[in-house]
Every structure is written in C-alpha cells, then in structure tokens.
C-alpha cells in the first residue's frame, strides 16, 4: 500500500514494526526492523487471522500453538482490530480477500473438522466457517430434536448478525448467505411443526380442524413457501439433501395427512351438503357481513375491498404482519369458508353485493348476480354502480396520484380492487414454479395499495381478501395423485385440474360430487365434481399448483 511505501522512504519501518509487535505481537526480525528486508505482511496477516479464529473459538488448537500470537493483550487488540477491519464499509472487501488467502494458506477447511456448530458460532474469521455450519445444519435439522432445534435457531440468528451474512453489506456473498439462513430458519420452523405432530393430524370434526388450520396448521404450509423460495434464490449443493427432506415432509407427509383427516371429517359429516360451519362466516355473505355493517353514507365513510386472486390465508397471516409493522394502520385478521368449487369465476361472484347468485344453460360458467352477468371487470363495475361503487384493477390504483385518485373515487362510497399476481403466476405451466415468488411480490404490493389508499384517498377502512387460495408444491406429482375421469361427462359447463362443474352431472366414485346451491347459495341446482384430497383430475398445462378442490388451503 502507498502508506507503507511512505513510511519506508522516510526511514519510519523499524519504529511501524515496534509499534505492530507492541500491539499485536508481531515478531519482527532484526533485518525487518533495519529496513534492510521488506516487511513479511503475509505472516502479520496469517498471524492475525489464525489468532481471531482461535480467540473465537476460545482455545488454541495444536496446529496454531507455533502461529497464534502468545500474548493475552496483543491477542484482544488483534480481536479489535479484525472487527473493526470487518466493520468498515471501506475496507471489508480487502478483508475478504486476504481472508480467502489466509484460509488457502492455513487448510482452514481441514482445521474446521471435529468442531460443533455450537463452538463455530461465534467465528467471523472466514467463510469457510460459514459453508461448514451451513453444512452441518442443513444435514442436522431434519433429524433434530426440539431442544435442539431452538440452539440452530440461536445460531443462525447470531450468523445473521455477522459479518458473513449481514443485512448492511449488500453484495452477492452475503445475499447467497442471507438466503440459506432464511431457508434453514423455515425448515426448523417445518420440522418443529412435524415434531408438534408427531402422532399424525387427529382432529374430531371438520370445525376442529378449520380452527387447528387457522391456529397453527396454516404454518406449515407458510414455512415450505418461506423455505422453497429462499432454496430457489440460493441455487447451491448446500440445500440439495435438505430440498428432498422438506418435500417429503411437506407433500409427502403433511398433505396426505391434512387431506386424510379433513375428506374423512367431510364425509362423515356430509360436510358438502351442509356447506357451513359454527361461527364462520360464509364467502357469499361477505358482502352483508363485512362490509355493510361498516357502511356509513352519514359520515361519508369509503370503503375499499381489495380481491387479490388465489392469495391463500397463510399469506394473509404475513400480510397483517407487515401493514401493523409498518405502524400507519391496525391490520386484524379474520377468516370466512369459502365457495366450491374454489375458483375465480364463482369466487369473485360470491364477493360482490347481491341477493341471488346463478349459472344458467347455455351460457358457459358465467355467475350471473342478480340477474347480471358477472364476469370481467366491466361487468363486475356495472354490478358495484347499483351499490354506490366502482370497480377498478390493481394497476389503475398503482398508476394514480393523489388528485388522481381521489378524483376517479369522487362520490364513490365503494371501492373494489382487483389484484391478480399470484393466479396469474401460478396457473400456468410456464411459470407455476415462481407461484411463491409471486406470493412473496403480492404481499409487497398489498402492503403498498393498502398505504395508499388508505392515506391519499379519504379512505376509512381497507378489506383484503381472495376469490380462493391454492395447493402448491416443488416436486413433480405422480401417477398416483391424479384421479382418472374415465369420461368426461356431458353438459360440461367447465372441466379444469380441480373441479369439472356441470348443469347435470351423473353420479360417480371415487369423486366428491355436491351442488353450488349447498356451497355457494346459487339458486341454480349447478353440479360438481372434485377429486379429493389433494388429488388432480388430469396434469395438462401443469400440476404444481392447483384450486377448485375443498382443501382448507
């Protein structure tokens, strides 16, 4: 460095290396200290590092009693000085390259051998240290006990904290590490939960389940979005064997254990012919439950519905979390059983304001409300202008200003939102595999509409909700999760993956089969059929994410 070539041209290195060997016990030799030969900053930096890697793990191993610098209080100021070095946003890059080096040098991997996650903790020397715990986690968490899994937790809070993975140095080393801790963290979450149920998912009635799943059960299926879509971010060798144990528990174990528990509460209570449940609100009461008892035209109160397509409860659940963090609103959370079939069509009908929802022959899986078609924007605006209301997409809401805004919503007392990011993500072969991302973008930008609304369009209350949620999973599904429609049955008004909805449907086995006039309150006699279970009917145009089926999620 140029410092260093001025200090030696002004004949200043015997008095510099005096000071290193006072503070940080550098051994200068006698050549060194006359300036007749160069200072070793190989060996000062070996020394360095070696000591703050054994200050760390509190002892000094056998191979480093000849490198480790001897005295207690040039061992501290060395621990300082590393920190500071690691600190700095000048300079740390510099510290990642001589770290690198001195690893190399030292055969810093070998060394690491034998030594627990618990004694690595604290080290913040090399990056080695960090492959070797991430290793060793992902390998261990699976497996662990409870106990034990709270210590991983504490540890990878503290790695969080440091040098390697931390928030304040955004670059690409610590963004890959960044995203396997939050990927461990999930699986910890995944397998604690799995370990809280170890006996299996028991529940007595449906009402028992609904309340377990809107409790804790929705976590599990939080905890593999939050895993998955961490491991697609890192893409590393790391997460390989750990991927496989997370869908094995995910989609091998807690969705075949879900679905069992929940189809035979179904049947055994008829569930499909009694489409309600104590205390739950329905989704085609939304309209009278939720937001006319907060209707005032005295106090000229506006509310807005924002609908977000397929956004499920679990990330409804990270929602609230986010808007109350963010200190400018009180989110509360609440749930309602939705339609059957789950999907768009029929969801977003059962959402608006009416007194009769119906299909009629001829005329496709159109939901006709009040008489009025209900399909498409347009349509759906022509249905909230009999109500005082308007409706508007996710992305006009996006484009407006201020003035903008609260000029379209003049004399408008309600205000309906259409938000279509995860749906339109998921439902496609090409791109169901980014279906978390795109949970991950829908929370981000309802947090946002939210803010917006609610501060620039003399808005007084925000109601978030879905036409229905979704099944998703990484691993490709199999033969033995389709059920195969020997068939395809006459006056089909739709037949997707989930559901085959029809004006007359005959009786079949192996299926539920039920009518929109017990699920949706249509006062057409509508049929259904859906697989049950977590099951598909076929995998065309994909088969990772799916809904239209009577799964809580």
């Known amino acids: 460095p140029a410092a260093i070539e001025r200090i030696c041209r002004y004949g200043l290195q015997g008095s510099f290396l005096l000071a290193l ?8 030799t006698d050549e060194e200290l006359a300036g007749t030969a160069p200072i070793s900053f190989g060996n000062l930096l070996i020394r360095l590092l070696a000591t703050g890697f054994c200050e760390s793990i509190g002892e000094i191993p056998q191979w480093a009693t000849s490198i480790a610098i001897p005295s207690a209080s040039a061992r501290a100021t060395s621990r300082a000085f590393l920190s500071r070095w690691r600190d700095s946003s000048r300079f740390y890059p510099a510290y990642d390259e001589v770290s690198s080096w001195v690893a190399k040098h030292l055969r810093i991997e070998e060394r690491l051998q034998g030594l627990s996650v618990e004694t690595l903790a ?8 960090e492959r070797r715990i991430l290793t060793d986690l992902a390998q261990a968490v699976p497996h662990a006990e409870r106990r034990d899994l709270d210590v991983f937790s504490e540890v990878i809070a503290q790695r969080l904290d440091g040098f390697w993975a931390s928030r304040h140095k955004d670059d ?3 963004r890959l590490y960044r995203s ?9 979450d995944l397998f604690g939960l799995r370990r809280q149920y170890a006996d299996g998912l028991h529940f007595a009635s449906c009402a028992e389940l609904y309340q377990a799943y809107t409790s804790t059960l929705y976590r599990f299926d939080q905890a593999y979005r939050h895993y998955c879509a961490a491991s697609q971010n890192a893409h590393v060798e790391i997460l390989k064997s750990l991927d496989e144990q997370v869908e094995q528990c995910y989609a091998n174990w807690y969705l075949d254990q879900l679905s069992r528990s929940w ?18 609100p329905a989704q085609q009461r939304f309209f009278d439950e939720w937001v006319v008892p907060r209707q005032d035209p005295v106090r000229n109160k506006r509310i807005a519905v924002i609908i977000s397509d397929a956004f499920r409860y679990e990330a409804a659940v990270e929602l609230v979390e986010r808007i109350n963090a963010k200190r400018y609103n009180e989110a509360q959370l609440g749930s309602q059983l939705g339609v059957l079939p789950s999907y768009t069509t ?17 005329i496709g899986d159109d939901v006709f409300v009040d008489g009025l078609s209900s399909k498409g924007s347009a349509a759906r605006n022509r249905i ?12 006009d809401v996006k484009g407006w200003s201020r003035d903008q805004g609260r000029e379209a919503l003049r004399n408008q007392q309600l205000l309906y939102v259409y938000h279509n990011v995860v749906d339109a993500r998921g439902d496609s072969a090409s791109t169901e595999t980014e279906t978390f991302k795109a949970v991950e973008l829908a929370i981000e930008e309802l947090t946002e509409l939210t803010r917006k609304i609610l501060m620039h369009f003399n808005t007084s209350t925000v109601l978030i909700t879905a036409d229905h949620g979704f099944l998703f999973q990484m691993s490709k599904l199999e033969a033995a999760d389709r059920t195969a429609l020997v068939d395809k049955p006459a006056n089909t008004l739709k037949s997707k993956k989930r559901y085959v909805i029809g004006s007359e449907l005959p009786e079949a086995s192996g299926i539920w089969q039920g009518s929109t006039r017990d699920t949706a309150s249509t006062t057409s006699d509508t049929r259904f059929w859906i697989p049950k279970g977590a099951n598909r009917f076929h995998f065309v145009g994909g088969a990772r994410f799916v809904h239209g089926g009577a799964m809580p999620q």
């Open 21 to 28: 060997r006072s503070e940080v016990g550098y051994p200068a």
């Open 122 to 129: 604290p080290v913040a020397t090399f990056e080695a240290v």
């Open 172 to 174: 690409a080393v610590r």
């Open 180 to 188: 396997l801790y939050q990927a461990l963290l999930a699986a910890i």
């Open 263 to 280: 189809g035979e509460n179904l049947e055994a209570e008829q569930r499909l012919q009694h489409w309600s449940l104590p205390n739950i």
């Open 346 to 362: 029929l969801g977003m009908a059962s959402l608006l304001p009416h007194n009769t929802l119906e299909y009629r022959d001829g």
């Open 384 to 395: 909230l202008q009999n109500h005082g209301g308007i409706a508007v997409t996710a992305e």
